[in-house]
């Protein structure tokens, strides 16, 4: 079927199935490859993107539902927060191969607008992305780091 | 600035002709001037077969101080070409802010048909390349240095290199490196170079921004995933369900009307080709195909195997790898006697990135992309399955989203080339994560019978270790009466022969019985030491309450002829404030290794709350020679514990009816951030060669974790995952 995503701010016609799932029609005929595959079942976070501001597991997220709303993807990150985010998350050194980072980040950006990103009981309720290389104490660090700067800031 | 660059970038940087100075090296050979790095032949074919001890860095600075540096190993979380261009730059005297670090991705194309591998693995891209790297950055210093001694007509030996300069030249004159290209080009290459003293570095030691942060936030680094080539299709994979079989109906067989656009069999199974991996995995699902089960694989249980283990261990089977002194006979003389029992599960690897390779195959060539530890052995088995030789065939090594050794097997990029071969189209082959859990090269099972000798004021005076489990290295067709990975960290692995753990130990016996099974086996991150140490430390930990010790003190006793595993264990006791945990009502635990020439103490402290194990704070402390790059290490550090945790605590793969039982993250979990300990990392300050970091955290993890919870609740876990009784 023929949709039209909103995605990074952009409207972009795509012709696809209405149950493939967001992530290949981001991947596959979007070629916005930040979000990655890792178990098909919504479990491990790398997929993460923004979907009407909410972090949601794009590999079951069937496209048509995602029509009529904004997605947000890691490459359209780039306001004051997002940005924030990345240089911080290079500042620290957090990621180690990287391929959950993106997810990582994704998530840490709607937990932290949420106002939940400056304790340890609300990041370890709201982080549930997997990150394999174990970096978890370097993102967490950077979560505070960002939120404390961010409540600071208001 | 992003100073790290993809080889094509640097190829049209480099491309506008300025002048330049290349030294490197081709494998083992001497440092010498390349030619210019305008075409991917500035690293001819070597001519020797590369191991993991080779080189193919090189540095090449033009005449506007422009400054790369390549290195050849693959990337897949260690950061590893930061570290190896920072042993150049240090020797050269370059100032890090003029040096741009590239990947050389093609290593591939490079290799000698039918030779070796380009390999990254068994942490050694540092300790092995050490010596190289700083031969060819002291190279390229005492090239510049004679040229700047010809220009000036001085003595070289009075002149120095310092942030892209040489300097001390008359009345305090320096010159540019760049300055001084075309002058050190047409120099002979000296035949000795002096190194710096490692109390001059000024690089060395410092922690840069590692490699190539800013693609990985952007999302724009290209893993093997997110290779593309023009007009490319998608696979994916189904596997017999068990292992070993082959489709039988596979021409009954049909995708009309799916959407899908063809069947392949591939080694293992069979692929499925759509315009979409999603498609492709969704219709490789629906399809009714019929596996044959071969007899051997389908009475295969974990369950009775586990038990088999227990039987060899006490069967005739067992063979002798290393003896000293008499450990009978110190055992029937002892006053105290304790024995235990130890069992780990296979395991799989999870890599984040799921098993996936790019391959365009046409009548007389085969170029992939893929995420690869090991790029020669892709050559070499994509050729074999082809039909090609090996010079036919060429492997583009992306970035990797984890290896763990699981991505040394070549197994994925077989399949990518044989589908796109039999369709005659680029294809990118992906395998879902049920396929990935079910097919990999697992960390065989293992148990551990451990016997040890006290003597009356609590000294050790002997062991004996007897252990069973299947051989990897059999796998890949290394036959040895005892397989040193399926012993190493009962003992230290020299070469091809054994000796004594660091622990001081007058009599010591250990034996071991190897068996097969129809899984794979394979190299898992830290390979034997993940089992082995668990054993080693959970049994001292044993020891040492039995003989009323407190663990830490009795492994000082043991390590006593160590000066280096005691300074560890020593600053361990300081910096986790051991004795006094921080977190109220928390228990502490402890392991040590030796191991990649590095020495690491852990500790823990753990609550144990309504039967459920919480790990709160985890501090290491690491000597592992002259350190690199000190905030890497940690991060290896860092992510070794929380892997080595995780899988202690949370993993097993189980096998019922040749079947693997485990599928996907909800059966076999992976720690997550409430999971994660908050980590602490302390240096020991050593110039002595580096040693390796990348899996030396894994294998003390589990055994701190049990050694705390034995302090928390006197259960003593001897089995993982770890399960406490009620």
Redesign the interface.
Known sequence: MSLKLEINGELRPVEVEDAKPLLWVLREDLGLQGAKFGCGIGMCGACTVLVDGVAIRSCILPVSQAEGKKVQTIEGLNDALGTRLKDTWRELSVPQCGYCQTGQIVAAYALINEGKGSTDDSIDAGMTNICRCGTYGRIRAAIKRVSTESEAGQ | MNRFISRRRFLQNTSIGISALVIGCKGSSEPQILPDASTPDVITPPTTQPGYDGSWSWIRISADNTTTIATHKA?????IATGLAMIIAEELGADWNQVQVVLEPEMGKFLIPGTGRAGTAESTSIRYQYAALRKIGATARQLFINAAASRWDVDPSTLATSNHQVTGGPDGASLSFGELVEEAKALPVPEEVTLKSPADFTLIGT?P??YG???????????G??ATVEGMV?AAVRHAPVIGGTITNLDALSVEGT?ADAIVEVPGGIAVVAS????A?QVALSLDAVFDEPEEAKAFNTDDYLASLSEAIAGPGVVEAFSEGDADQAIANAKTVIEASYEVPFLAH?????MTATAHVTEDACEMWVPTQGAGGVQRDVAKALGFETAQVTVNRT????G?GRKVQTDYAVQAAVVSQSIGKPVKL?W???EDIRNDYYRPAFKCHMKGALNEDGTLEAWKAVSAGESILSEIGLNLAVDLVSVDGLLKIKGFSFESLTYKLPHELVTHAQLQTPLRAGFWRSVGLSQNTFFVESFIDELAHAAGQDPLEFRLNLLSESPRALAVVQKLKEVASWGTPQIEGASQGMAFIEAYESFFALAVEVTVTDGKIRVHRATGVVDCGQTIHP??VA??L??????GM?AGMMNAITVKDGRVQQS???DFP?????D????TIAHIQSSESPGGVGELSVGPAAPAVANAVFQATGQRLRTLPMKLEA
């Open positions: 990337e897949m979380g260690q950061g922690s921004a590692p942060l800013d693609d990985v936030v952007d999302g724009t680094r290209v893993y995933i997110d998608y959407g979409s991996y999603w498609k995995n999870a890599c984040m990135e799921p970035y990797l989203g984890t763990f992906i879902s994560r049920e905030d890497q991060a290896q860092e992510g070794g514990i929380v892997f995780g996907n993250f909800f992976m720690p997550v951030m409430k994660a300990p908050e980590i």
